[in-house]
C-alpha cells in the first residue's frame, strides 16, 4: 500500500516490529492497515468524548468499510483515566463483544489514551493485537514508539504496566490542527529533545525551520515527525527493556519530573516541565566541565522561540534535591542524569550531591 504523502517507519524489533505510518489522512485509510496486518472481525476502538467527536466517525467508517465490526468505547478524559479499573472497563467490554485472538484494539488519542488501552491489549487473552492512532504530537514523536504501556497507582504515575508493542502505529498529522496549542507545544519540547540526545543535524534544521514548525507547514511537521520517531526507534530497538542505552531519552526529565512534582503536577503540563529541565540540565553539564556554554545557549534560544518556558522557580536546594530523588528511575539511591556534552551526544552520569548543591546555588 502505498500513498504519496504517507511516510513509513519501521520499528525494527524482530518479531515485534511493526510500521508507523505517518501523514495526513491516514486514519481515514485504517480498514487498509488492518487488512494488511491479517486482521478480520471485530476491531475495538477506545477513545474520549474530545477525539470521540472530531475522528470517531470518520475512523469507524473506514474501519466498517473494510468488512470489520467496530465497538467504540469513549471513556473520561485526562490522565485520571489511566488506572487499573478503566483498564479493566475496557477489557469488560471485550469480554462483553466476546473479542478474540485476532480482534484489534484500536486506541484513538495522545498518551493518555494510548498507554491504558495498549495495557488493556496486553493482558486480554494474554495480548490481542494492539494498533494506536496517536492524536497528539507527544504520542506522534514520543508514547506510540517503544511499547511501553501502562496505568499509574494512586503513589505514582507509571507505576502498573508492561512492555507490549503494538501491531501498527498511525499518525495522522492532520489531527494535530485541531491540538489546543499548550499541549502542541509541549510536544515540541520532546522534539527538541531528540536533536540534543541524537542528532545534531536535526537540532540545526529545528534552528532553520522552527517557524515553519510553529505555523505547522504540513512538510515540516511530516519531516519532524518522521526524523523522531527513527532516534526513538533505533534507540528502542537496541534497548528495548530500558536497560541503559534507552535512559538518554529522559534527557531534561530528570528536573523535569522534579518541577512537575513541585508543582504538584498543577503548573506545568509535562512538556513545559522538559523544556525547563533541558535547559538546566545543559545548565548543569556546563558547570560540570561537560560542555561549553554555546551547547546552553543554543537550546535555551530555540527553546525560547517556541514560547516554552526556560526558567525553574526557586526552590531551596533540600526540597530540589529530594525531589529529584523520587523519580522511580533512581538506581539504587544514585541519581542517575542525562548531561549534554555537545548538541548530538549527551551521557548518563550519576549526581554528586556536593556539585549539584554549589551549581543550584548560582543558579537559583
Ligand atoms: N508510553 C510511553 O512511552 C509514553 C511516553 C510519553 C508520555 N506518555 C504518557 O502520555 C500521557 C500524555 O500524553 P499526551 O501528551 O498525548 O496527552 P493526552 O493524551 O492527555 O492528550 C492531551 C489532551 O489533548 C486532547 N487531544 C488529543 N488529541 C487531540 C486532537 N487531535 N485534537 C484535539 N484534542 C486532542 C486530549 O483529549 C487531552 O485532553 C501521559 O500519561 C504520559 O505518561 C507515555
Ligand atoms: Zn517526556
Redesign the pocket.
Known sequence: MTHANQIIVQVGLGKRSYNIVIGPGSLHRMGEHLQALGLSGKVGVVT????AR??GASLKRAIVKAGFTCHVLSIP???RT?TLRWASSIIDELVKHRFERRSALVAL???????VT?FAASMYLRGIPFVQV??????QV?????????V?HPSG??LI?AFYQPSLVVSDTD??????RR?WL??LA?VMKYGVIADRKFFSFLEDRMEHILDMRETDVQAVVKRCCEIKAKVVAKDERESGLRRILNYGHTIGHALESLSRYRKY???EAVAIGMVYEALLAHHLDLCPAAVVDRQRVLIQRTGLPVKMPSYSFSRFWGAMGHDKKVAGGTIHCVLPRSIGNVRVLPLDLRAVRRWHAQVS
Do not use: M
Open positions: 474520549n468524548p474530545t477525539l472530531l475522528y478524559e485526562g490522565e489511566k488519542g495522545g498518551g493518555v489514551i494510548g498507554d495498549g496517536a492524536t497528539t504530537l507527544v504520542a514520543d508514547s506510540s514508539v517503544g511499547g511501553k504501556t501502562g499509574n504515575k507509571n504496566g489531527t494535530l490542527q485541531t491540538l489546543p499541549e509541549a510536544g520532546e503540563i509535562h512538556g
